[in-house]
């Protein structure tokens, strides 16, 4: 099983910075992704960003690309979120998540394609 554990998420005004983190734990895969996911209150969960871990390529959805960055250290088995230019819309309940696989060009980005699930980290942006 992973475990998985985010941190990092608080209040902040917009325009401001968060970094958040999701610490791994327990069985490791060579080939997953790890993605954050976003939950507003009234909204559906929405896809942010994913990593692979081999290679470390990465993926954004168009509401945060240029604005998010995704990384990972291997050693630590962590992924961090570094959000600027933060909106109020990007308030949200953050949660990391972890395919065990992933092949080919297609990135997993539906809730459904994931398999493991941190607890969430509550993200609010005021104006």
């Known amino acids: 099983q992973v475990q998985l554990v985010e941190s990092g998420g608080g209040l902040v005004q917009a325009g401001g910075s968060l970094r958040l983190s999701c610490a791994a734990s327990g069985r490791t895969f060579s080939s997953c992704a790890v993605g954050w996911f976003r939950q507003a209150i009234g909204k559906e969960r929405e896809f942010v960003t994913a990593?692979?871990?081999?290679?470390?390529?990465?993926y954004y959805s168009d509401y945060v690309k240029g604005r998010f960055t995704i990384s990972r250290d291997n050693a630590k088995n962590t992924v961090w979120l570094q959000m600027n230019s933060l909106k109020p819309e990007d308030t949200a309940v953050y949660y990391c998540?972890?395919?065990?696989?992933?092949?080919?060009?297609?990135?997993?980005?539906?809730?459904?394609?994931?398999?493991?699930w941190g607890q969430g980290t509550q993200v609010t942006v005021s104006s």
């Open positions: 990593i692979k871990w081999s290679g470390g390529s990465t």
């Open positions: 998540a972890l395919r065990p696989s992933v092949y080919g060009s297609r990135w997993p980005s539906l809730s459904r394609e994931y398999d493991y």
